[in-house]
């Protein structure tokens, strides 16, 4: 292999790294806090001055008591600008993904948003066939190294569901939304591109969709 070639494999396994880590301590805080206050849809709501519900602050209330040293970053540090894994730059990228993020120990983003239907975490959407699918509450960006580029969706940035039955990353064999594993492809062109890959990261712990376009649930893994 050419050393760009070793440099990007590296960095690959960074990313897969530091995933599985996020989702690992996300899921366990998410897991303590259902226990103690009940589902997502039973934790107060609250609201921004113009009167819509302000997500992240909510989780960040409850989070913080079992992540140690979570923050709240200011939006104006913590802002940047989003492309999608096919290059083009989304431009909602300030609202669904870098406004007043919460920030893991290790630098990581999260943010937590409502859907794109849903302006409150009811708990009721349906993303897929599964148990957890059906109880969809809010969706929740995840970025791995913070403000550092790439800052693209499906290489630094992934997304996952909260739910009913926990966190749910994007894009799994069970979903049948328009966030599949289709739209993680380079060659995508539509405008959730890179969003449907952090299940294929977790699961099949590689990010070969960055390779090869031949890749599916039911067939090829890996280039």
């Known amino acids: 292999m050419t050393l760009p070639t070793l440099v990007g494999k590296y960095q690959e396994k960074v990313t897969i790294a530091r995933l599985k880590k996020a989702y690992s301590i996300l899921s366990q805080a998410y897991i303590s806090a259902t226990n103690d206050y009940g589902y997502p849809d039973e934790w107060e709501i609250v609201q921004s001055d113009d009167d819509t519900p302000v997500q992240t602050v909510t989780y960040y ?89 790439p800052n693209t969706y499906g290489r ?30 380079t060659s995508n062109s539509g405008s959730y591109s890179g969003y449907g890959c952090a299940a294929w990261v977790l699961f099949n712990e590689n990010m070969d969709y960055l390779h090869c376009n031949n890749l599916s649930w039911n067939g090829k893994t890996k280039c």
């Open 156 to 185: 630094d940035m992934f997304i996952f569901y909260w739910t009913k039955a926990g966190l749910v990353p994007m894009g799994s064999a069970e979903e049948n939304s328009h966030v599949t594993f289709d739209t993680c492809s």
């Open 61 to 149: 209330n409850v989070l913080k008591k079992y992540i140690k040293r979570l923050r709240i970053c200011n939006a104006t540090d913590c802002r940047a600008v989003y492309k999608f894994l096919n290059g083009s730059e989304d431009g909602n990228s300030s609202y669904r993904a870098a406004s007043f993020p919460m920030i893991l120990p290790d630098g990581t983003y999260i943010k937590v948003s409502p859907l794109e239907d849903k302006d409150t975490m009811d708990c009721s959407y349906s993303r897929g066939s599964t148990n957890a699918l059906k109880s969809v509450c809010n969706s929740i960006y995840v970025d791995i190294n913070g403000s550092q580029k």
